[in-house]
């Protein structure tokens, strides 16, 4: 089975803080991506990369960065973290169209539950 | 990717079918219906997809209406581990960005 983890449950930030989240897949997928998940406004995409030092802006890239040096690790960035930024944070992997036969599904994460004081 | 309507909320008796209903009236001829469901504190996990077959799976089975505009998935026999949040999601499925747009989803409580 696919295996999708990220770095921490649980991450109290304070305000200011530069904040890495770290999401590795042992796939060997290609796409990797980053959602937030808020009450009353499921789950938005913040970035995603379809290869190795490739990325993409999402639906509300603001305020985030990502990196993407190695094709199995996808970081997430919040240079200066802010309040507006708690929430769920939510990795995912998927296997590019041809090689998982021509079906895109995505591949979760347990997510990262962020604070920021 | 075309816009998907579901049920805030259902319930269910335990070891009962559970059947989630999904309208996608918009659907084109090259999207697929997908579902995924969220156990609480948990990311998004993949149940099923289909095009226009019924199709079955360990986990569920998903009905597809013959005009595709809706589609229902049904758990055979609820369990208790099976209280989530279900997401019907209609797509592409060979869209090169590979985004998934997740509504609000149903909200399934199984009962003992």
């Known amino acids: 089975d696919v295996k999708v983890t990220q770095s921490s449950r649980y991450l109290v930030k304070r305000t200011g803080e530069k904040v890495f989240l770290e999401c590795v897949q042992d796939?060997?997928?290609?796409?990797m991506f980053w959602y937030r998940q808020d009450p009353g406004l499921g789950l938005r995409l913040i970035y995603f990369s379809y290869d190795v030092k490739m990325k993409e802006k999402g639906d509300i890239p603001e305020g985030y960065s990502v990196s993407r040096e190695k094709k199995e690790r996808f970081s997430l960035i919040l240079e200066s973290a802010s309040t507006n930024q708690t929430s769920m944070y939510l990795c995912?992997?998927?296997?590019?169209?041809?090689?998982?036969?021509?079906?895109?599904?995505?591949?979760f994460g347990p997510g990262t539950r962020l604070t920021v004081l | 990717d075309a816009k998907t309507t579901q049920p805030t909320s259902m319930d269910c008796a335990e070891g009962r079918a559970a059947n989630l209903p999904c309208n996608h009236s918009?659907?084109?001829?090259?999207?697929?219906v997908y579902w995924y469901r969220q156990i609480h504190s948990q990311g998004p996990q993949y149940i099923i997809h289909?095009?226009?077959n019924n199709e079955t799976n360990e986990m569920a089975s998903l009905i597809i209406t013959e005009d595709r505009k809706s589609s229902t998935l049904i758990l055979p026999h609820a369990t208790l581990r099976d209280t989530a949040v279900y997401y019907c999601i209609v797509r592409v499925g060979h869209s090169s960005a590979s985004k998934i747009i997740f509504g609000s989803g149903t909200r399934l409580s199984i009962r003992p």
């Open positions: 995912a992997s998927s296997g590019d169209y041809w090689t998982s036969g021509g079906i895109i599904r995505q591949f």
């Open positions: 289909g095009l226009k």
């Open positions: 918009t659907i084109s001829g090259n999207e697929y």
């Open positions: 796939m060997d997928h290609e796409n």
